[in-house]
């Protein structure tokens, strides 16, 4: 039986949208490299905008953060569509290449304009991206 456990972690995701779909090709978590061997499934996720600091805010029940935000990056003020929905990528993955498989779940934030399949066009070129988080290992 194997366990399920959440993050929140941030993580290096290489992709490669040769497909359209920018499906991972690789990750780094927590200072280990992890080769994606299949991508299993992929969806899209609403989150709860209600608890997001924004609304609270807005309803007097918490002040936003007025410093950095996440990373050093600066805090932003409201809701934006990557707040409120993100594509998870449930990915099969191993530490290099002989290491045992795992499952984990990567998400990014969906910008605006971005479909449900990604419409952009495909190259064969790997691309990375730092706006990415593990959310969920099973293993």
């Known amino acids: 039986m194997s366990a399920v456990r959440r ?10 949208d040769a497909d359209g779909g920018r499906a991972p090709v690789q990750f ?21 905008w209600w608890e997001h600091a924004a609304v609270a805010a807005v309803h007097g029940d918490a002040a936003e953060e ?12 409201g809701l ?24 984990y779940d990567l998400a990014r934030a969906v910008t605006p304009g971005t479909a449900a399949v990604s419409e952009v066009a495909g190259t ?3 691309r990375t991206s730092e706006d990415w988080q593990l ?3 099973s293993d």
């Open 124 to 126: 064969s070129s790997p």
């Open 66 to 77: 007025a410093g950095p935000g996440p990373a050093g990056r600066p805090a932003r003020r």
């Open 7 to 16: 993050f929140s972690d941030e993580v290096h995701v290489r992709y490669d």
């Open 80 to 103: 934006t569509v990557g707040d409120l929905e993100r594509e998870v990528f449930r990915v099969e993955a191993s530490v290099g290449r002989v290491g045992g498989a795992g499952v």
């Open 28 to 48: 780094i978590w927590r200072g280990r490299l992890y080769v994606v061997r299949e991508v299993l499934s992929r969806w899209r996720e609403r989150s709860a």
């Open 135 to 137: 959310l969920r290992v």
